[in-house]
């Protein structure tokens, strides 16, 4: 594999998934592996799962891809990532200011799931939709203060290539339990109690808090930083990343923080109509949750693998590349199901691609991403870069549901959604285009862009 320089222009050395699952014997890496779930488990309970809700009880699809809305919260978790950044919490902040946001956060979204679970769409849309957003602002939250302690608590890069993989495979494990386990749960138990075994679960992450000890990097670089309540912290808290970033990479920055908005758009837009999808083509609970469970994990090991080896054979840029197109053919695959009809071997083999080909995209992005954060500025500008791409996406799939209806008028049912499946899957060549591009001009920081020693 290729030497890990992250941030001096070389290739982070990724792991393949069975890699990682030998090295949870070590205590920081099992760690990362809870946290990652912890990340991924709210993350499908305001958005696909909670549309296969709402469909059960007779919503439309405008409405499903309205509420969808709810995860524009991981869209702005920069405007307070600077607060995460700087401030210690009264009580909590005696584990250290990562750990103590970590703990609120995770007891945050138990409550909210809880009272999601009580609310249901039987009192009222509005009011679930307050419930959602609760759910969705306490695990962008989350993620900002996890983000950073990934980074930070590695001693090396090699070591951040470890923990990523592990919080990937963690954060895939924690998305097929809220996207399928959860359907035979909601089958057999109803929904209520579903959603309130998920909050159960959130456990997992608050053990994992109080096990990692809070690194000490971040407080090391913060020590010479005026407070956020002086004006020249408030301002270093404010514009530090942005002007550390765009001092490291030039002009070159704009080119790849446009990348980075359009990177994920194939799969924000399809994701509201996937679990609709299913549902009108007549497949029950149990059996989405068994082809989820199978051809679902299956294809989520092997993508957290490939996009491992690949970032690590072919290099970050063109890693994101080929990244790209798995993704856009993945999320296109779907339109066979809506022209071939419920067929469970075609369904398996779509569902493997799926993942297989997300998780590729997902892995070469974290990678990229972690690779253009500043220590001091970690939580803001991991923040800000991982919000960039939703931009576009959270706000557009808000109406994928107006978009399959209009194309269900004049295409029928099925064909509406092949169409939709399709466009999906292109609308992410132009993100792959601007990767092309920055493989060929890879920008090259003018100094280490992050420092781990």
């Keep these: 594999m290729a030497k890990d320089t992250t941030g001096t222009g070389g290739t982070p050395r990724r792991r393949g998934a069975m890699e990682v699952v030998r090295s949870l014997r070590r205590p920081k890496v099992a760690v990362m592996l809870a946290l990652g779930f912890a990340s991924g488990l709210p ?8 549309g296969y809700w709402l469909r059960d009880e007779g919503a439309s699809l405008k409405a499903i891809g309205f509420i969808s809305w709810v995860s524009l919260a991981y869209s702005f978790k920069f405007l307070w990532s600077p ?22 956060t995770q007891i945050a ?26 759910v969705a602002f306490a695990s962008a939250t989350q993620d900002i203060a996890v983000d950073a302690l990934r980074i930070e608590s590695a001693a090396d890069d090699e070591q951040l290539g470890l923990f990523t993989s592990a919080f990937q495979l963690g954060y895939r494990i924690a998305v097929l339990c809220s996207d399928a386990l959860i359907l035979f749960a909601a089958q057999h138990l109803g929904w209520p109690v579903s959603y309130g075994l998920m909050a159960l679960l959130m456990a997992v992450g608050v053990a994992a808090v109080l096990r990692i000890p809070e690194p000490a990097k971040a407080d090391r670089a913060m020590a010479a930083k005026a407070p956020l309540w002086d004006p020249r912290g408030l301002f270093d808290a404010v514009a530090g990343p942005f002007i ?24 924000f837009i399809m994701g509201p109509m996937a679990t609709p999808f299913y549902h009108d083509l007549g497949f029950t609970k149990d059996t989405v949750g068994a082809v989820r469970l199978s051809a679902g994990l299956a294809g989520t090991l092997a993508g957290i693998a490939g996009g491992g080896l690949l970032v690590a054979a072919a290099g970050r840029m063109r890693g994101l590349v080929i990244g790209g197109l798995l993704q856009g053919a993945a999320i296109a695959s779907f339109g066979l199901m809506a022209v071939w009809g419920p067929d469970l071997r075609l369904f398996g083999a779509v569902m493997f691609i799926d993942n297989f080909g997300v998780g590729c995209a997902g ?7 972690s690779s253009l954060t500043s ?5 803001t500008q991991y923040a800000l870069l991982s ?31 092949a169409l939709f499946f399709v466009g999906a899957g292109l609308i992410g060549l132009p993100a792959v285009l601007l990767c092309v591009l920055l ?3 890879e920008p090259r920081p003018a100094q280490v862009a992050r420092t781990l020693h």
């Excluded at 979204?109 to 609760?134: E, F, N, Q, R, Y």
């Excluded at 109406?399 to 194309?407: Q, T, W």
């Design 43 to 50: 993350f499908m309970l305001t958005g696909a799962t909670l």
């Design 109 to 134: 979204l138990a409550a909210g799931l809880v009272g999601m679970a009580l609310i249901g769409p039987k009192g009222g849309l509005a009011a679930l939709g307050v419930g959602a957003l609760i």
């Design 83 to 104: 607060v995460v950044d700087r401030v210690n919490l009264p009580l909590l902040g005696r584990l250290g200011r990562r750990r103590g946001w970590l703990l609120l």
């Design 244 to 267: 550390a970033f765009f001092r490291s990479f030039g002009w070159m920055a704009l080119v790849v923080l446009l990348m980075i908005a359009l990177y994920r758009l194939p799969e």
């Design 363 to 369: 892995v070469a992005l974290v990678t990229y991403l």
């Design 375 to 379: 220590l001091g500025y970690t939580a």
């Design 387 to 417: 919000s960039i791409y939703t931009w576009v996406g959270k706000p557009l799939k808000g109406f994928s549901g107006v978009a399959v209806e209009a194309l269900q008028k004049t295409h029928g049912e099925m064909g509406g959604y």
């Design 439 to 441: 493989a060929a001009r």
